[in-house]
C-alpha cells in the first residue's frame, strides 16, 4: 500500500525530465572549483546574459516587493510591435516550456492526440502523458520531420501537432515548402505549434508566422533562454491567433512570468549586439567542431541551431567519462539513441577544451 494508489495513473507513470547536470553539483562530487567546469549540455549562450537585460534586472530588484504586471504589458506590447502584431497575439510563459503546457491544459483530454516527430524535444511526450492524451511519434527519417507523414497521421482525435524548427536534439529544419504543404492539409480542429526556441540562429528560417497572421489555429513559440542568454529567468512566449492565444491566457497562472524577467526580457529584446554577436560565435564554433568532427571521421548532424548531435559510440559512457574531466554534455539515451551525444556549441576556448576530453575519452575506450 503506497500514496501511489491514490495518485493520478498518468503522473506514477511518468518518466521526469532529466535536465543538463547543473555546474554547481558537478564541482561539489568532483571536489573542483565551478569555474573549472564547461557546461555544453543546455544549449545556453556561452557569451553569458544580454548586457542590456542585466542593467535592468537590477532595475527591476528595486521593485521587488510589488507584484508583477500579470498582464506582462510592457513586454508583450515590444514582442508584439516587433513582429507587427498585436498585444492580443501575444502570450508569455514561464519559460516557453510554459506555453506548451498551456496548450496542453486547453486542448488536450484522455480522448485526444498529439502529434511529434520521433525524435523531437522530448517535453510534448511528457506533457501529453500527464494530460493523459495519446502521444503519436511519426518517424523522422534522417532525423529531419517528415511533415507528409505528420499530416497523413492527423485523426479526428488529434489536437495539437508539435513542429520543432529548428528541432532540438537534431539540430534539423525543415523547409518553407515542407511547411506550406503541410499547413494546406491540416484540418481546422488541429493546432500546430511550431516551437522556434532557436529560430534566430539559421540564416534563413522558414516563416511560420504567416500562418499566426491568417488567423489559422498555430502557435509559434520563441524564447529569452537560447539566444538571448536568459535560461535563468525562465521566460519565453507563444504567437498565436487572437482566438488561441485568449484561451491560452485563461489557462495561465495569473503572476506566471515575474517582475525581473519581465524587464531583462524586455531589455534582451532590444539588444541586437548581443544577438549579433552570439550568432557569429556560434557559426564559428559550429565550423571548428564541424572541421574537427570530420577529421576525426565522427558522425554529426548537420546542425541549424547550437548544438551537434554527434555518434560516439556509448553515449552514456562518454558523457561520465567526459564528467570526470569536468565537462558536462549531454548523453541520449532519453531520446532512444544511445550512441549519440549532443554539445552546445561554446566559446571558442570551451570548444577547444571539450574536443580535447573527448579525444581522450575516445582513445581511452579504444584502448580498453
Ligand atoms: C530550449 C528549448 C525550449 C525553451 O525552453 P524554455 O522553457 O523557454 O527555456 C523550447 N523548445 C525547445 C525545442 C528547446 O530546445
Redesign the pocket.
Same mark, same amino acid.
Given at each position: 500500500m503506497t500514496i501511489d494508489q491514490y495518485a493520478n495513473r498518468f503522473v506514477c507513470d511518468l518518466v521526469a525530465y532529466e535536465p543538463g547536470k547543473p555546474i554547481d553539483e558537478t564541482a561539489r562530487e568532483l571536489g573542483l572549483d565551478p569555474s573549472q567546469i564547461v557546461k555544453v549540455a543546455? =544549449?545556453e549562450n556561452p557569451l553569458g546574459p544580454s548586457p542590456l537585460a542585466k542593467i535592468a534586472m537590477r532595475d527591476a530588484l528595486e521593485e521587488a516587493h510589488i507584484y508583477p504586471d500579470g498582464g506582462g504589458y510592457r513586454l508583450r506590447c515590444a514582442i508584439a510591435d516587433s513582429f507587427e502584431m498585436e498585444i492580443s497575439n501575444v502570450v508569455l510563459? =514561464?519559460?516557453? =516550456? *510554459? %506555453? %506548451?503546457e498551456l496548450l496542453c491544459h486547453t486542448f488536450l483530454n484522455r480522448d485526444a492526440e498529439l502529434i511529434a516527430a520521433e525524435h +523531437?524535444?522530448v !517535453?510534448y511526450k511528457l506533457m501529453a502523458t500527464l494530460f493523459g492524451a495519446k502521444y503519436i511519434e511519426v518517424p523522422d527519417p534522417g532525423f529531419i520531420h517528415d511533415l507528409d507523414a505528420m499530416a497523413d497521421a492527423i485523426t479526428d482525435k488529434t489536437r495539437l501537432v508539435f513542429i &520543432?524548427n /529548428?528541432? =532540438? /536534439?537534431t539540430g534539423t529544419m525543415v523547409d518553407q515548402a515542407a511547411i506550406d504543404r503541410f499547413m494546406a492539409r491540416v484540418p481546422e480542429h488541429v493546432i500546430v505549434v511550431f516551437? *522556434? &526556441?532557436?529560430f534566430e540562429f539559421p540564416d534563413s528560417p522558414p516563416d511560420a508566422l504567416k500562418y499566426v497572421r491568417e488567423g489559422r489555429n498555430v502557435c509559434v513559440? #520563441?524564447?529569452?533562454?537560447?539566444i538571448h542568454g536568459l +535560461?535563468a529567468l #525562465? !521566460?519565453?512566449y507563444g504567437l498565436a491567433s487572437k482566438n488561441v492565444a485568449t484561451l491560452l491566457q485563461k489557462a495561465r497562472q495569473p503572476f506566471n512570468v515575474n517582475a525581473i524577467a519581465q524587464a531583462g526580457a524586455l531589455a534582451a529584446l532590444g539588444d541586437s549586439a548581443h544577438i549579433e554577436k552570439t550568432r557569429t560565435v556560434n557559426s564559428e564554433g559550429m565550423a571548428f567542431y564541424e572541421t574537427a568532427l570530420k577529421a576525426r571521421g565522427l558522425e554529426f548532424v548537420p546542425s541549424f &541551431?547550437n548544438f551537434l548531435l554527434i555518434k560516439v559510440g556509448d553515449g552514456d559512457r562518454v558523457f561520465r567519462d567526459m564528467l570526470k574531466q569536468g565537462v558536462i554534455i549531454r548523453a541520449m539515451s532519453s531520446y532512444k539513441l544511445p550512441d549519440w551525444v549532443r554539445i552546445s556549441i561554446g566559446t571558442r576556448a570551451q570548444n577547444e577544451r571539450c574536443i580535447e576530453v573527448l579525444d581522450s575519452v575516445l582513445a581511452a575506450e579504444v584502448a580498453v
Open positions: 543546455s =544549449n510563459g =514561464n519559460g516557453s =516550456n *510554459e %506555453i %506548451i +523531437a524535444f !517535453v &520543432a /529548428p528541432n =532540438n /536534439p516551437d *522556434e &526556441a532557436y513559440l #520563441r524564447t529569452f533562454s537560447k +535560461a #525562465r !521566460v519565453g &541551431a
